[in-house]
């Protein structure tokens, strides 16, 4: 809490006109995003789905407690004790993660983004800035975890991209199916790149020559459609060397902002994205859905598409994009709840096709 009131002090603006506010504020977000790492402006959200009901910060994702896979979807509103909120901060691990600018000078304001997050136990903070210098607060901590299916295994030593393909069009989260293979010793963590950008770091559990991913990793989403991107492998070698393997990204990149899928009351399974016989133009479906356990909580999500498994999701969620050529363009998808005791509940079969 120190970082963030020291930090409050540096921006303790006092605007006089509405010009003038726009401008500083402009200004001081400009300024701290050259002293945090600021993963491009946030995706704020049309709808008051999650505004608080009184003054302060209301978080509906991640909930309290949460398990997550290394993508975690962030919704959360802010509400003014006096004034206007010009700005919504998250921090995690008090680290900004992004910011987004309010354009309309408004007593709340609620923002949506999907944030990469590494393996392990985090604490999340939103900061609502208001034009009078205060501030409201709140926070949630969640657990971030390592899918267990993964089956992108380099044939010779060196490192390789099974997932995405040579698609035409990409979105945001984008599933990432791939694996590395060492040269000499054993590989010790994965960690991914968007142009020379780290943005997720994969450790190996275990002293193997092999190691692979299948999780979603979220895309910066300030990247300049003018120009090409990449996403960059690394597999760092127990020995000190290291693997690579490179996937270019096509010029335009889909970016959505998140909204919730509400968990069904019962158990089974609730697929907002796709719909049953529904069509992509692009080659990519855009899988949200959201589970309840049948005897207890969800330890993770399944999507299994013409009764082969393609990845797994820790949780009770699924928030990713898949393509050729792990889907197919006419496949039947089935999403499996499985929860802490070993119980499933499967969704019913969804039919999709390229369009």
């Known amino acids: ?35 945090f790492v600021c993963a491009g402006f946030a995706q704020s959200s049309s709808a008051d789905a999650c505004l608080p009901s009184s003054s302060g910060v209301r978080i509906c994702l991640p909930e309290a407690a949460a398990k997550v ?54 604490h999340l903070v939103i900061v609502g800035y208001e034009n009078d210098g205060g501030s409201v607060v709140g926070g949630a901590s969640f657990n971030s975890e390592t899918p267990s299916f993964a089956e992108c295994i380099p044939s010779e030593a060196g490192a390789e991209f099974c997932h995405p393909g040579t698609a035409s069009a990409i979105a945001s989260p984008i599933q990432i199916s791939a694996g590395a293979r060492a040269v000499t010793g054993h590989i010790t963590a994965i960690r991914l790149y968007v142009d ?11 002293s193997t020559p092999t190691f692979a991913i299948n999780e979603p990793l979220a895309l910066p989403n300030n990247l300049d459609p003018s120009t090409a991107h990449n996403i960059t492998l690394v597999g ?18 889909e970016f959505t902002a998140p909204e919730i899928c509400q968990a069904p009351g019962s158990p089974g399974v609730n697929v907002c994205s796709p719909q049953p016989n529904s069509c992509t133009t692009s080659g990519l479906y ?14 993770r999500m399944e999507l299994w598409a013409n009764a082969v498994k393609i990845a797994d999701f820790p949780g009770n969620s699924i928030n990713t994009n898949i393509g050729p050529p792990l889907l197919g363009s006419d496949v039947t998808l089935t999403i499996v709840v499985v929860d802490v005791n070993g119980h499933i509940v499967k969704s019913a079969p969804i039919a999709v096709f390229a369009c």
Request: hydrophobic share 45%.
């Open 286 to 299: 855009f899988i949200r859905a959201t589970g309840t356990g049948e005897s207890g909580p969800v330890a």
């Open 69 to 122: 896979g290394s993508v975690v979807t962030i919704i959360a509103g802010a509400a003014a004790r006096s004034g206007d909120i010009v700005a919504i901060r998250a921090y995690i691990d008090t680290v900004a993660v992004f910011t987004v600018d309010n354009p309309s000078f408004t007593s709340s304001f609620q923002v949506a983004q999907d944030v990469n997050v590494n393996a392990g136990s985090h």
């Open 236 to 253: 760092y070698e127990s020995t000190g060397g290291a693997v690579t393997a490179f996937h270019t990204l096509p010029q335009q990149v």
């Open 196 to 206: 020379d950008e780290p943005q997720l770091t994969v450790n190996n559990p275990d």
């Open 1 to 35: 809490m120190a970082r963030y009131l020291a930090l409050m002090s540096t921006v303790r603006l006092h605007w006089s006109i509405r010009a003038w506010r726009a401008y500083t504020r402009h200004i001081a977000i400009a300024l701290l995003c050259t002293l």
